[in-house]
C-alpha cells in the first residue's frame, strides 16, 4: 500500500470508531432523563385537617385521612391537579363536632422539590389533659402552626406555633418526617388515633415523633399500602382501630 492509501485506511478506522461510541453513549442520558420522568412527582397534594371537639369532655382530636371505621371524621385529603383552598371535614357524630377555627387545607405542590417535609405539631393543655394535632396551619388561628412543605432539602426537626398559652407545644409527640418523593410511586399516609379513657381524652399520630410507642408508617413506596401501621400506645392511650386509617395517594 503507499503511504496515502494508509493514512486514508487509518482516518476512516478513527472515524467508525468515533460513530460508534457516539451511538452507544447517546442513548445513556436520554435513559436516566426518562428514569427521573417517571420517578417525578406531580399536581398538588391537598392535605386537610379536620378538628373536632366534644364540650362534655373538654377534648380535641384531629383527622388527616377518613378514618376506616367512622366516615363521620372524613377528611378531602387528596392528589389533584388543582390546590384546594377550603377544607373539606365530616360532620362529626354529634358529640364531637367540627372546630372551624382549627380546620385547614394545604395544597402542596408535589412538583417544588424532592422532599415533602411533613411537620406534625402536638399541643397539649395539662389542666384537662387535652391535646390536638397540626399538619398544616389552621385557617382560623395561625399560633398553632406548622412547616409542613415540598422542598429541596430534607428537614428533620418541626417548626411549629407557641400555641395559645393554654394549649402549648408538645416536643415529645411532635416531629419532623422529610419523605423523599423520588422514593415510589405511593405517598402512604398512615393515621393512628388513640384514647385513653382514664383522661377521656384522643391523641392523633401521622409522623413518628420521640415517643415512639405512637409510631406510624407513613412512607414513600411503590406499594400502595391498606391498613395502617400503628405503635401500641403507652398502655394508658390505646389505639382506636375505627378511628385509624392508611390513605395510599398516587404521586403522578
Given at each position: 500500500?503507499?503511504?496515502?492509501?494508509?493514512?486514508?485506511?487509518?482516518?476512516?478506522v478513527?472515524?467508525v470508531?468515533?460513530?460508534?461510541?457516539?451511538?452507544?453513549a447517546?442513548p445513556?442520558?436520554?435513559?436516566?432523563?426518562?428514569?427521573?420522568?417517571?420517578a417525578?412527582?406531580?399536581?398538588?397534594?391537598?392535605?386537610?385537617?379536620?378538628?373536632?371537639?366534644?364540650?362534655?369532655?373538654d377534648?380535641?382530636?384531629s383527622t388527616?385521612?377518613?378514618?376506616?371505621?367512622?366516615?363521620?371524621?372524613?377528611?378531602?385529603?387528596?392528589?389533584?391537579?388543582?390546590?384546594?383552598?377550603?377544607?373539606?371535614?365530616?360532620?362529626g357524630?354529634?358529640n364531637?363536632?367540627?372546630?372551624?377555627?382549627?380546620?385547614?387545607?394545604?395544597?402542596?405542590?408535589?412538583?417544588?422539590?424532592?422532599?415533602?417535609?411533613?411537620?406534625?405539631?402536638?399541643?397539649?393543655?395539662?389542666?384537662?389533659?387535652?391535646?390536638?394535632t397540626?399538619?398544616?396551619?389552621?385557617?382560623?388561628?395561625?399560633r398553632?402552626?406548622?412547616?409542613?412543605?415540598?422542598?429541596?432539602t430534607?428537614?428533620?426537626?418541626?417548626?411549629?406555633?407557641?400555641?395559645?398559652?393554654?394549649?402549648?407545644?408538645?416536643?415529645?409527640?411532635?416531629a419532623?418526617?422529610?419523605?423523599?418523593?423520588?422514593a415510589g410511586?405511593?405517598?402512604?399516609?398512615?393515621?393512628?388515633?388513640?384514647?385513653?379513657?382514664?383522661?377521656?381524652?384522643?391523641?392523633t399520630?401521622v409522623?413518628?415523633?420521640?415517643?415512639?410507642?405512637?409510631?406510624?408508617?407513613?412512607?414513600?413506596?411503590?406499594?400502595?399500602?391498606t391498613r395502617?401501621?400503628?405503635?401500641?400506645g403507652?398502655?394508658?392511650?390505646?389505639?382506636?382501630?375505627?378511628?385509624?386509617?392508611?390513605?395510599?395517594?398516587?404521586l403522578?
Amino acid at each position: 500500500m503507499t503511504r496515502w492509501t494508509i493514512r486514508r485506511a487509518r482516518r476512516l478506522v478513527l472515524s467508525v470508531a468515533v460513530g460508534a461510541c457516539a451511538l452507544t453513549a447517546t442513548p445513556a442520558p436520554a435513559a436516566a432523563q426518562a428514569h427521573e420522568t417517571e420517578a417525578a412527582a406531580s399536581g398538588y397534594l391537598n392535605l386537610h385537617q379536620c378538628a373536632y371537639y366534644a364540650s362534655s369532655l373538654d377534648d380535641h382530636f384531629s383527622t388527616f385521612v377518613t378514618p376506616s371505621g367512622d366516615g363521620r371524621y372524613s377528611t378531602g385529603t387528596k392528589r389533584s391537579t388543582t390546590a384546594d383552598t377550603t377544607p373539606d371535614c365530616g360532620p362529626g357524630n354529634g358529640n364531637h363536632v367540627p372546630v372551624p377555627l382549627l380546620h385547614g387545607v394545604r395544597a402542596l405542590n408535589l412538583g417544588a422539590g424532592r422532599y415533602l417535609n411533613l411537620q406534625q405539631c402536638d399541643y397539649y393543655r395539662s389542666a384537662s389533659t387535652d391535646r390536638f394535632t397540626t399538619l398544616v396551619t389552621p385557617s382560623g388561628d395561625g399560633r398553632y402552626s406548622t412547616g409542613t412543605k415540598v422542598s429541596t432539602t430534607p428537614e428533620t426537626s418541626p417548626t411549629c406555633g407557641p400555641g395559645n398559652g393554654s394549649h402549648v407545644p408538645n416536643p415529645g409527640l411532635s416531629a419532623s418526617l422529610p419523605l423523599d418523593l423520588t422514593a415510589g410511586r405511593y405517598l402512604n399516609l398512615h393515621q393512628c388515633v388513640y384514647y385513653s379513657e382514664r383522661h377521656a381524652s384522643h391523641l392523633t399520630s401521622v409522623v413518628t415523633a420521640p415517643d415512639n410507642r405512637y409510631r406510624t408508617g407513613t412512607n414513600v413506596s411503590d406499594t400502595a399500602d391498606t391498613r395502617p401501621v400503628c405503635g401500641p400506645g403507652n398502655g394508658d392511650y390505646v389505639l382506636i382501630p375505627l378511628l385509624s386509617a392508611a390513605k395510599s395517594i398516587p404521586l403522578s
